[in-house]
C-alpha cells in the first residue's frame, strides 16, 4: 500500500492563480481531511469528508474548496491565491472503525504564493 | 482560541536520558489525546494515543499520562535516542468527533537529543 499519496510536493504561485492540490489513499478509509501547517501554529484543519459525495469546512476554509466523488480522492482547490495561503498542506484519512483517533498522513506539498 | 496548547517550542535532552513533552487543553470534551512525530519533509506519523478514561498509556519506550483534573498530558520518552529529534505534535478528539474523527493539533514541541 502505498497509503496516503499528495502531488505535487512543490509548487510556487503567482497572486491571483489558482491550482489544485491533489490527495489519493488506497486503504479504503472513509474519513479525509485537509490541514495546513504554518510555523509555529501546529495544523489547522481546512476541510474534512466522511465519505463520497459529504464534505465540510474545518477551521479555516476560507479561500479554499474541496469535492469527493470517489472514496480515494480528496482534491483541495485553492482559487485566487493570496500571500496569506502560503504553507504546507497536509492530506489525511482514517478509518471509521478506528475508536484510537489515529490519522494517517502525507507527506505534504509545499506552496509559496508570491 | 488555542484549545490544545504545547507550551514549549522547543526541548534538548541528552542521549539516554528521559523526554518529557507536555500538552494543556482547555476543553473537558475530548475522548481521545495522541500524539503524533513529524521529521523534516515528511507527514507526521502517530506515535501513541490515550483514552480519557485512562490515565496512562504505555508502548516500549514511550509514555504518556493524563491528567484530566489538571488538563495536562504528557509523553514520556526514555531513554531518549539520536532518532527521536523531531516535531512532536499533540492532539485530542472531541467527543463527538468520532464520526467524523477530526483531530485539534497543538502548536508541536521540537525534540533535539544530543548524542
Known amino acids: 500500500n502505498a497509503g496516503v499519496t499528495q502531488t505535487p510536493k512543490f509548487r510556487i504561485l503567482k497572486i491571483g492563480q489558482s491550482m489544485t492540490l491533489q490527495c489519493t489513499q488506497d486503504?479504503?478509509?472513509?474519513?479525509m481531511y485537509w490541514y495546513r501547517q504554518d510555523p509555529g501554529m501546529g495544523l489547522k484543519l481546512i476541510y474534512y469528508?466522511?465519505?463520497?459525495?459529504?464534505?465540510d469546512k474545518g477551521e479555516v476554509p476560507n479561500g479554499y474548496n474541496v469535492s469527493r466523488s470517489t472514496t480515494e480522492d480528496f482534491p483541495l482547490r485553492l482559487e485566487l491565491a493570496a500571500p496569506s495561503q502560503t504553507s504546507v498542506y497536509f492530506c489525511?484519512?482514517?478509518?471509521?472503525?478506528?475508536?484510537?483517533?489515529?490519522?494517517?498522513f502525507g507527506e505534504g506539498s509545499r506552496l509559496t504564493v508570491l | 482560541d488555542q484549545q490544545v496548547k504545547q507550551n514549549s517550542p522547543s526541548l534538548s535532552v541528552q542521549e539516554g536520558r528521559i523526554s518529557i513533552l507536555n500538552c494543556d487543553y482547555t476543553?473537558?470534551?475530548?475522548?481521545?489525546f495522541l500524539w503524533y512525530k513529524k521529521y523534516p519533509a515528511e507527514g507526521p506519523t502517530f506515535l501513541i494515543s490515550?483514552?480519557?478514561?485512562?490515565d496512562k498509556n504505555e508502548d516500549g519506550r514511550f509514555t504518556v499520562f493524563l491528567n484530566k483534573s489538571a488538563k495536562h498530558l504528557s509523553l514520556h520518552i526514555v531513554p531518549s535516542q539520536p532518532g527521536d529529534s523531531a516535531v512532536y505534535f499533540c492532539?485530542?478528539?472531541?467527543?463527538?468527533?468520532?464520526?467524523?474523527?477530526?483531530?485539534?493539533f497543538g502548536q508541536g514541541t521540537t525534540l533535539q537529543v544530543k548524542p
Open positions: 492532539a485530542a478528539r472531541g467527543i463527538g468527533s468520532g464520526n467524523t474523527g477530526k483531530l485539534i
Open positions: 489525511a484519512s482514517s478509518f471509521r472503525g478506528k475508536n484510537t483517533g489515529e490519522l494517517f
Open positions: 469528508s466522511v465519505g463520497a459525495g459529504i464534505t
Open positions: 486503504m479504503n478509509h472513509n474519513y
Open positions: 476543553n473537558s470534551m475530548f475522548d481521545y
Open positions: 490515550i483514552s480519557s478514561i485512562k
